[in-house]
């Protein structure tokens, strides 16, 4: 029954995101979604509780990522399955946060919670999607503080009223009333504190952004042309370079400073068929694609995998005719007749665009293979691109979802964070919606306009202030010139400066909290049985020294 209700919480919780039901979701679910949670994880025994872990984190992602089965039929069980390990190891820890400190241990939860949200978007297994305080991504006013504490404070607001609730509700018999609000009371007051505060900061920041002058605007065309550009072959992709093109020379009237296509908009890798050309054809529409780059009056920003050559000793076309290349998924910046420069992706997505473990799990890799995931290599570098003194940067699809790298290329000096994504092929708007809803946070975390071009989804400008200004309609094809404001803040932000640096601080929290917690509990109980001792054979000591002797 328990995990019955814990599965259908899951489910609840999923629908505070853009799901099935709703493209947009239902975002003040998140402040109530994780009381369920944080009941069954004080209710239930140590037992049973590593199972309840399990339940939750696989029916709550495969709620909330069901449009992963449109990607792979792979995909849809291997997010879920990952989380539902990782909420295995969650749900005890948090067991042993009440169970160590029992009138506080909903703040050692809390704590416990945030810290592991913050884990989970770390090294190759690192996945943003599900942290709660996405959901907030609609409600401006609420998530301005992200500029100093990023997401992780916003996540602490959200889990510490909860996990009290949650721990009142799991007290065995009533729940306390006038004597739990005398006995936290000075909680509350804390709590009320720091929530107006973050409140009246982003009443403060808002009017702010929304009136501080300008240094410059610049106009910068985005080009949707709603189409996935992995599919099909040859025929397909010359078909969306049409369409790219003649939606960008309609853009074009429009006198735009820049124009920017979406992430491998034009698929044949021009550097490996200009370097070893091998069918006329791709060819001579590789050579069509620079000439209309190298051509248009102001610059082409478009993504484009880059072939090299992956071992120089050997020929480009090996004897089994497989190529000898190694890939990336990289952006091209065309400009005054040229080539002014390139970015690799740096962050790519687990198990779909980098397996770096084939030699640990051999059969995992060729599981991979066979089911036709396209692996790139990584990139290494935060690229700044500079046009006319403006400088920005491209972040790469998933790369929006992370908020160190955005901060990375401001730090680097961007002024501009363009993303360029293709979400096309989850044929869903909750799917792309969940992606723009994570990227909003990197905006306000720098101070810096975020430009969303996508093929499909969603295309629009985020402000620094997070507001999402002029969203194209998804799944169509489209273009618009969106004026980017340029220099509403000066210097970097402390969030810019120091990066998750609260998410660090809690995790780096936990391990303390957990050992002084659990020494705490030892000697509690040790108390508790000296105690108890005393109770039932105290009458048998006639002197107190009697006692100390025993």
């Not at 291997?78 to 703040?107: C, D, H, T, W």
């Not at 694609?289 to 090299?308: A, K, Q, Y």
């Not at 790139?376 to 998933?398: H, L, Q, R, Y």
């Not at 929290?509 to 509690?524: E, M």
Request: net charge neutral; hydrophobic share 45%; proline share 5%.
């Amino acid at each position: 029954m328990e995990l019955a209700i814990l599965a259908s919480a899951a489910a609840f919780a999923a629908l505070a995101f853009p799901n099935p039901l709703s493209d947009t979701g239902w975002g003040f679910l998140v402040f109530f979604s994780l009381i369920p949670l944080f009941r069954v994880v004080d209710r239930a025994s140590w037992k049973t509780v590593w199972l309840h872990g399990l339940a939750y984190g696989f029916v709550f992602y495969l709620v909330y990522n069901y449009w992963l089965r449109t990607f792979h039929p792979l995909a849809i069980l291997i997010a879920p399955i990952l989380e539902s390990f990782q909420y295995m190891i969650l749900l005890p820890v948090l067991k042993a946060a009440n169970s160590f400190f029992k009138k506080r241990g909903y703040l050692v939860q809390s704590v416990f919670y945030v810290a592991y949200l913050y884990l989970t978007q770390q090294g190759f297994l690192g996945y943003p999607y599900g942290n709660p305080s996405a959901a907030l991504w609609n409600y401006p006013v609420l998530i301005q503080s992200v500029s100093i504490f990023g997401i992780w404070g916003i996540s602490l607001l959200l889990a510490v009223p909860q996990a009290f609730v949650a721990s009142r509700l799991a007290r065995r018999g009533r729940p306390c009333m006038r004597g739990c609000m005398r006995e936290y009371r000075v909680d509350g007051i804390v709590y009320l504190s720091v929530f107006v505060v973050n409140l009246a900061f982003g009443l403060v920041s808002l009017r702010y952004y929304d009136d501080a002058p300008v240094e410059r605007t610049v106009r910068i065309a985005t080009v949707q042309h709603s189409a996935d550009s992995w599919e099909g072959g040859y025929a397909t992709y010359e078909r969306n370079f049409e369409t790219l093109s003649s939606l960008s020379l309609e853009a074009m009237k429009e006198n735009p400073d820049m124009v920017v296509w979406s992430e491998t908009a034009f698929v044949p890798s021009v550097a490996w068929h200009k370097a070893y050309p091998s069918n006329w054809m791709t060819s001579r529409l590789c050579d069509r694609f620079v000439d209309f780059g190298m051509s248009l009056p102001v610059p082409l920003v478009t993504g484009n995998p880059e072939g090299l050559l992956k071992d120089e000793t050997l020929p480009a076309f090996l004897e089994d005719g497989s190529r000898n290349w190694k890939t990336y998924n990289t952006v091209i910046l065309f400009g005054g007749g040229d080539i002014l420069g390139t970015y690799r992706k740096q962050h790519l997505v687990p198990f779909t665009e980098h397996f770096p473990y084939g030699k640990q799990f051999p059969w995992l890799y060729e599981l991979l293979l066979a089911n036709d995931y396209k692996w790139w290599e990584e990139g290494a570098e935060a690229t700044v691109f500079s046009w006319d003194g403006v400088k920005f940067s491209t972040p790469i699809c998933f790369e929006d979802t992370f908020g160190y790298l955005s901060a990375d290329f401001v730090r680097s000096g961007a002024d501009v964070l363009m993303n360029l994504s293709n979400d096309s092929w989850s044929g869903s708007v909750a799917a792309q919606m969940q992606h723009m809803q994570l990227a909003v946070f990197r905006a306000v975390e720098n101070r810096r306009p975020l430009l969303r071009s996508t093929n499909s989804g969603m295309t629009c400008l985020v402000l620094p202030s997070g507001r999402v200004v002029g969203m194209l309609e998804p799944f169509v094809e489209a273009w618009r010139v969106y004026s980017v404001p340029i220099g509403q803040k000066d210097g970097l932000t402390f969030y810019t400066r120091h990066p998750d640096l609260l998410g660090r601080l809690l995790l780096a929290a936990t391990p303390a909290l957990f050992v002084f917690g659990a020494a705490r509990a030892v000697g509690r109980r040790r108390r508790e049985r000296i105690e108890a001792l005393y109770a039932r054979y105290g009458h048998l000591f006639e002197r107190l020294d009697d006692r100390y002797e025993c």
